[in-house]
């Protein structure tokens, strides 16, 4: 039985000199393993729409669960991005956790969409702050996975974000004003180091401010096409990249170890 489906090439692993397999994650069915053959080779007929950071349209035999590449025509790719080093490396961290958060055969047409439109900002958006997309890339991911938090109000006394800090609670997915929060967290909250904690135990509390939520709302509810159409003052980019960070690996339960190669 032969599908074509549209989908981003999200890893690759050699079998051998003439076969290899690539994770594609599709509108359609998920993400989806495609046993490619004869496409390692140097300019294999499959190279330039089967690489990572490649959105083809391809042409799958299906035979009892397994898909082996038919065809495949390129639609977009985003190897401009490999021309930085941070941006690669924020690029590979999208496609890494894009793999992590979606099952085979499932379909996430969102996700896949959300995927392809940080790619293509951290490709033309050369002067965008890479610590803004990526964290509005965490946070709106957290959402789509059913993790958005409530950043709206207060959970305690209702009130809006107000003039000064406000803290997030990252398990709870919850924001307290600092009046409440003084009073619930006693002003202590752990620093800013990069923990997961896999028994969901622990209470990280995260100081933001105004500012830093507002972008953080805007992540979680702007329509796609603006969702990386804002300013945060650079003094703050480093806070709000990192409390999305934290957010999203606390709730999927992973560390994505690619971050670890940036010099931030
Ligand atoms: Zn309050």
């Known amino acids: 039985m032969l599908y074509t489906v549209k989908g981003l090439v999200l890893r690759e692993t050699v079998v051998n000199s003439n076969a290899r397999y690539i994770n594609v994650l599709t509108a359609e069915r998920g993400r989806v393993s495609v046993l ?57 961290y999208v496609l890494n956790t894009a793999e992590y958060v979606t099952s085979e055969e499932q379909p996430e047409p969102e996700i896949l969409r959300l995927a392809l439109n940080t790619l293509w900002a951290l490709t033309h958006y050369k002067d965008k702050e890479l610590r803004l997309i990526k964290g509005v890339y965490e946070m709106r991911l957290a959402m789509l996975c059913g993790f958005a938090p409530n950043i709206v109000n207060c959970q305690v006394c209702g009130h809006g974000v107000e003039d000064s800090s406000m803290f997030l609670n990252v398990m709870a997915g919850s924001m307290t004003c600092k009046g409440c929060s003084d009073k619930i967290h006693k002003a202590t909250y752990i620093e800013n180091e990069r923990t997961v904690d896999k028994m969901n135990t622990a209470q990280i509390v995260i100081p933001l401010a105004p500012a830093s939520v507002l972008a953080m709302q805007h992540a979680i509810y702007a329509d796609m096409p603006r969702l990386f159409s804002f300013a945060l003052a650079s003094e703050l980019l480093p806070e709000f990249s990192s409390a999305c960070e934290r957010y999203l690996e606390n709730h999927v339960d992973h560390h994505f170890a690619v971050l670890d190669m940036l010099a931030w």
Do not use: P, W
């Open 36 to 92: 490619v053959r004869g496409a390692v080779r140097l300019r294999g007929r499959f190279t330039g729409s089967t690489q990572i950071f490649c959105y083809s349209e391809f042409v799958l035999y299906e035979r009892e669960g397994k898909y082996t590449l038919n065809d495949a025509s390129l639609i977009e790719n985003y190897f401009h991005l490999c021309e930085d080093f941070d941006r690669m490396t924020v690029g590979t």
